[in-house]
């Protein structure tokens, strides 16, 4: 859970941050450290795809994880619960204060932000396993960056959504923690290197919004790259 926990004190740094001085901070500037952060994250996703053994795992389950993908819907999922949640706020809105609504949507809004996406799921589940939580820290970068922004506009509630990101994206590294004990050195690097072609996909769409990948369909391709590798495995296929 130390990615989970860094990730928390970025957030709650960058919005205290927003509180005092956000206004202070140009828009140009945080969107150049938001490109910058995105090639960095382009630049890892292509490293840690390097510790694949076998190209065709994480082909293979990249191509079949995004049919099953695209055939659950999960880019949808992803989008419509955040829809839902925002729909649900608005509705509570007219029963509250002044202050207590931009407390209320700062909280929303930043935990929205900061949980729903490929990236907090995948940072986590590597996290569990492996115990690398350089994932978790690229987000949090880009988490602290975006709070400062959101402080700054809606105020202190959005301090308190550090405590949805350490309840959501630690409870998914201890549950991928509990179920990856058991797996070998090859099931981690080759979840891993499918995860990286996945990180490219997140810098090229969301950060550096170069072209719009749907990202959440390719979430899949991570438990096939582990059922892929002890099917090869129990059949005493090496590679």
Excluded: C, H
Excluded at 2 to 28: D, F
Excluded at 47 to 58: A, E, M, R, S, V
Excluded at 118 to 125: F, K, N, Q, T, Y
Excluded at 155 to 161: I, L, M
């Amino acid at each position: 859970m130390t990615g989970t926990l860094i990730n928390v004190a970025a957030i709650i740094v960058g919005s205290l941050i927003g509180l005092l001085a956000g206004n202070r901070i140009p828009e140009k500037t945080r969107q150049t450290l938001i490109s910058a952060l995105g090639l960095f994250t382009l630049a890892y996703g292509i490293f840690i795809f390097g510790q694949t053994q076998n190209l065709l795992i994480p082909l293979f389950s990249l191509v079949l994880g995004t049919i099953f993908g695209e055939l659950l819907k999960i880019e949808e999922g992803l989008n419509s619960l955040g829809e839902n949640i925002q729909k649900k706020l608005a509705s509570w809105k007219p029963n509250l204060t002044g202050e207590s609504q931009r407390f209320v949507t700062g909280f929303v809004s930043a935990s929205l932000l900061f949980v729903i996406g490929p990236m907090a799921i995948l940072g986590s589940i590597q996290d569990g396993i492996s115990g690398d939580f350089q994932m978790l820290a690229i987000k949090s970068l880009l988490d602290g960056i975006a709070s400062i922004a959101f402080a700054s506009t809606l105020g202190v509630g959005v301090v308190f959504s550090a405590f949805i990101v350490l309840v959501y994206q630690g409870a998914i590294s201890l549950l991928a923690g509990w179920i990856g004990q058991g797996f070998g050195e090859a099931v981690i690097a080759e979840m891993t290197a499918t995860g990286g072609i996945i990180l490219v996909g997140i810098a090229i769409s969301n950060l550096l919004q170069i072209k719009k990948i749907r990202t959440g369909s390719f979430l899949p391709a991570l438990f096939l790259a582990v059922v892929f590798v002890l099917i090869l495995n129990a059949l005493g296929i090496t590679y």
